[in-house]
């Protein structure tokens, strides 16, 4: 079809039964890939041949097609001569990842999850393997990629996938940057918070109280902290070294919670700041100020240093 739009790449994934074929197309749908699992072998082109989104037009969106034993209308060598069909007519590189496993490690997980094995639901699960390598052996030898699951967890090749499979732009955690007061509650779904309370407080000038840490003059009287250069060094190196971890297994949503007394003053301040930073390291994130409305209050602040 002319100007039909297609998928950058098509991947078809298959494999053994408990070899981790889940938990492959979980992690691409993670990644931005459109996933479907287990369509009918006669939808096939269908689907190909259907238009994508308007908002997945300019590159075009992966696709990951999911296909077993249990797909109706399997046959693995008919599933080859069309992939090579395809391939040859319509000019698509179309890859199948193939997921392996040794047959006691599967004979293990089905007995540790006490499933049945779709091909010997009557039988032992070590029947059914057996009668799936046979059904499979095809696509096996055909394969562009083959992973062996034997000696993986789930996390270890969700994480080969994400390193394999990423595309430009997916698989970046959502970062969020939030300043609160310790006076109105921890924050929900924080994954780092940090104290900013050891700061001097802006509050106890009478001048800066009206004021918030988005203010210039309290931004510098914050500043002035002996403790802050360091203190910020120390926080941009930590967050320089966790974030990338983050991205690496897989994180989602990654939020960094910096907390002061009331949430208007020190906590606010940082947050700007470190997501300036974040921003200059080559991150995206996006700032709330939680409690940046609230109303001053000397009952909730912290005492005055004396002077």
């Not at 732009?169 to 959502?174: A, I, R, V």
Request: aromatic share 6%; with cysteine.
């Amino acid at each position: 079809m002319s100007g039909r739009n297609e998928p950058q790449r098509i991947l078809l994934v298959t494999g053994l039964s408990g070899a981790g074929k889940s938990t492959v197309l979980k992690t691409l749908e993670d990644l931005g890939w459109e996933v479907v699992d287990n369509l009918p072998l006669l939808l096939l082109d269908r689907l190909l041949a259907t238009e994508q989104p308007v908002t997945h037009r300019e590159g075009g969106q992966p696709l990951a097609i999911g296909i077993g034993s249990r797909t109706r209308g399997f046959d693995a060598e008919s599933i080859v001569r069309r992939i090579k069909l395809l391939n040859e007519e319509g000019g698509r590189d179309i890859g199948t990842l193939f997921l392996d496993c040794a047959s006691t490690e599967l004979e293990r997980r089905y007995a540790e999850t006490r499933r049945r094995h779709p091909l010997a639901l009557d039988r032992p699960a070590s029947d059914g393997i057996a009668r799936e390598r046979e059904l499979l052996a095809p696509l096996r030898r055909w394969a562009s990629q083959l992973v062996d699951t034997t000696d993986m967890s789930a996390a270890d090749l969700a994480q080969q996938v994400r390193a394999t499979y990423s595309t430009s732009g997916h698989g970046e955690p959502t970062l969020s940057v939030l300043s609160f007061g310790f006076a109105r509650g921890l924050p929900r779904n924080a994954d780092i918070v940090l104290d900013m309370r050891f700061l001097q407080n802006p509050h106890w000038v009478p001048e800066l109280r009206p004021g918030t840490g988005q203010d210039a003059d309290v931004a510098a009287y914050v500043a002035e902290d002996p403790a802050y250069p360091a203190a910020m060094q120390a926080i941009e190196t930590l967050l320089a070294t966790l974030l990338p971890r983050y991205r690496a297994e897989g994180k989602a949503y990654v939020t960094v919670a910096f907390g002061c007394t009331g949430g208007r003053h020190r906590s606010v301040h940082v947050a700007e700041r470190m997501a300036s930073w974040l921003r200059d390291a080559g991150f995206s994130p996006t700032v709330t100020h939680r409690d940046l409305g609230t109303i001053p209050q000397n009952s909730l602040e912290d005492a005055p240093q004396a002077p």
